[in-house]
């Protein structure tokens, strides 16, 4: 770990909102805790933020807190939820309920009503929180949670149905689902492409202007809105089985998803986010821990679904072949030598989804007696996505 006053300084930072150029999200403290939890140094540390903010990878700049709309209290706060505004407010609300409650009874009182919500900002409000929980910081917590206020899109995880056979793992649910798409690939491919080619329906049916500017946000929502029955026949591992044990069972399946499709963008999302959620559910009451994962489930498939395909099932089912009793074993050096260098190249990528992957995945190989699809996940680098046409117009908000 680096010095922890400059990375408490920078994530107390309050200089910039917390997205730029309409709805893009703005990453940097998550890279200050991967980063720092890589062991950079506090010089790199800065360096990295302070460039971030100046141009971001998609040739942006952070931006300046924005003034709010309304004033967020008690009894009006689950009003706007959504509805991207007041983020401030949401931030002055949230911080005057934790000198009140503490941070501890704060989590336990909103995080439950805030969960359903947590694919919004493509992830990025959940990550902010559970990540900032990971660094223990205070002022980041409490941005977290007004961001996923903010940027609430409702997985509807009520909807949930009793679905997937007994003595399933979640890697056993996972190839059943993708198994079930391929039998019906045409129908489905059909059925989301219809969903999502009319910005304007789904605009008329709730979903804020600005994602539909956005894209790949707009068809994640419209998926969370619309779902499918595959996505909400719960598999009974869920519920059968300790939250901790599906964290880690989850861990593989994100790893598997990725391999497939090594360096997809949509797809890390699911293994940065995952760690969030294993982090913020570790701070709620233990009978609370498995609506968290039930959450995460259904999330993962409706942003699996919103792309209009499935990993193929032969290929995971391939890569579950290689991995699943894979262990880096009997030369630790040689170990040590290929992280320290997969860690070298995270320090020099201006893309930080990178290091925050690298971060993830040192993390689970460790505690998971060094599983070897966890160090070959880590060096799959991505790449900043293109923008769509839709960025040429100016953000609606």
């Given amino acids: 770990m680096t010095d922890a006053t400059v990375v408490e300084q920078l994530l107390n930072d309050r200089t910039y909102h917390i997205e730029f150029n309409g709805h893009l999200s703005n990453h940097v403290k998550h890279a200050v805790v991967a980063l720092d939890g890589l062991g950079a140094s506090p010089e790199q540390i800065r360096a990295y933020y302070e460039n971030y903010a100046r141009m971001t990878t998609y040739g942006y700049g952070l931006e300046p807190p924005k003034v709010s709309k309304y004033e967020i209290t008690e009894a009006n706060w689950k009003t706007y939820l959504g509805r991207r505004t007041s983020f401030s407010a949401y931030c002055d609300f949230f911080e005057q309920q934790e000198k009140e409650l503490g941070t501890d009874e704060l989590l336990r009182r909103y995080v439950p009503a805030l969960l359903p919500g947590w694919v919004g900002a493509f992830t990025h409000a959940t990550i902010h929180l559970g990540w900032a929980l990971d660094a223990k910081n205070r002022w980041m917590t409490i941005e977290g949670l007004a961001y996923m206020a903010f ?11 009793d679905g997937g056979a007994g003595g399933e793992q979640a890697v056993d649910s996972l190839l059943r689902i993708a198994g079930a798409w391929e039998d019906d690939r045409e129908a489905l491919q059909n059925w989301v492409r219809g969903l999502v080619g009319d910005t304007a329906v789904g605009i008329a049916e709730g979903i804020h202007p600005e994602l539909a500017r956005s894209g790949l946000q707009y068809r994640i929502a419209r998926l969370l809105g619309a779902g499918h029955p595959l996505i909400y026949r719960t598999p009974a591992w869920i519920d059968e089985q300790d939250a901790e044990a599906s964290w880690e069972q989850l861990y593989y399946v994100v790893s598997l998803l990725y391999l497939a499709v090594p360096g997809d963008f949509v797809l890390l999302h699911l293994i940065t986010s995952l760690h969030a959620m294993e982090q913020i559910a570790s701070r709620l009451p233990a009978e609370q821990r498995k609506h968290v ?33 894979a262990v880096d074993a009997d030369v630790p050096e ?64």
């Fill in 293 to 325: 994962v039930k959450c995460f489930w259904i999330g993962m498939l409706c942003v699996i679904f919103s792309g209009a395909d499935f990993p193929a099932r032969a290929k995971l089912a391939g890569l579950h072949a290689a991995f699943r009793d």
């Fill in 334 to 397: 040689v170990w040590d030598q290929d992280w320290r260098q997969t860690v070298l190249r995270a320090f020099e990528e201006d893309e930080e989804h990178n290091p925050k992957l690298v971060y993830v995945m040192r993390r689970v190989w460790e505690r998971t007696g060094s599983r070897s699809v966890y160090r070959v996940t880590a060096g799959q680098f991505t790449v900043t996505p293109g923008l769509p046409p839709s960025f040429e117009q100016p953000p609606t908000e």
């Fill in 151 to 161: 940027s609430y899109v409702s997985c509807h995880p009520e909807r949930a149905r």
